[in-house]
């Protein structure tokens, strides 16, 4: 199952909507106004024969040295809707620090997704932006100020994900 889902492809973009108007000025209110900061649009594998996961996995040629497109930094953050469980893969990496952050999901395929954040309980991504808070609070304050105009050029480049 986990090679099946190593192999699987990538989430392509809808390039029609991504190339509208909407969409384009979206993403760059996207960038404007922080988003990107934790959803950056690329991310570069780790090299190929690197091992992680304490030693248990090795990066394949296949998937290594790639510029992917995920719009996720990957790391934890406390965005304030954490549900208080630590976050690690291995027991002995628990750390109560991690309690109230999770990892930036992917935004990639956003637009077949209807519940969003960590815990499902965002029906759309206007929902989703709105709950952000910790770290990610000027971002949504930001985007709070945007007019109804440019939240809709946000959500048409979300859409396009």
């Given at each position: ?154 959500q048409q480049f979300l859409n396009s994900l």
């Amino acid at each position: 199952m986990v090679d099946e889902v190593r192999h699987t492809a990538l989430p392509a973009r809808n390039d029609s909507l991504a190339a509208s108007p909407d969409a384009q000025a979206g993403e760059k209110l996207f960038d404007q106004i922080g988003c990107a900061v934790c959803h950056g649009p690329s991310y570069k594998t780790l090299r190929p024969g690197t091992r992680i996961n304490g030693g248990t996995y090795k990066i394949p040629k296949f998937i290594g040295n790639t510029i992917i497109h995920p719009y996720s930094d990957f790391l934890l953050h406390d965005v304030g809707t954490g549900d208080g469980i630590p976050q690690a893969a291995r027991p002995e990496y628990l750390d109560q620090s991690t309690a109230n952050k999770f990892r930036t999901p992917p935004l990639w395929g956003l637009r077949f997704r209807d519940r969003l954040m960590h815990d499902g309980n965002s029906p759309g991504a206007n929902t989703a932006i709105e709950r952000h808070g910790g770290e990610a609070m000027a971002v949504r304050q930001h985007y709070e100020h945007l007019s109804p105009v440019e939240k809709k050029q946000v959500q048409q480049f979300l859409n396009s994900l």
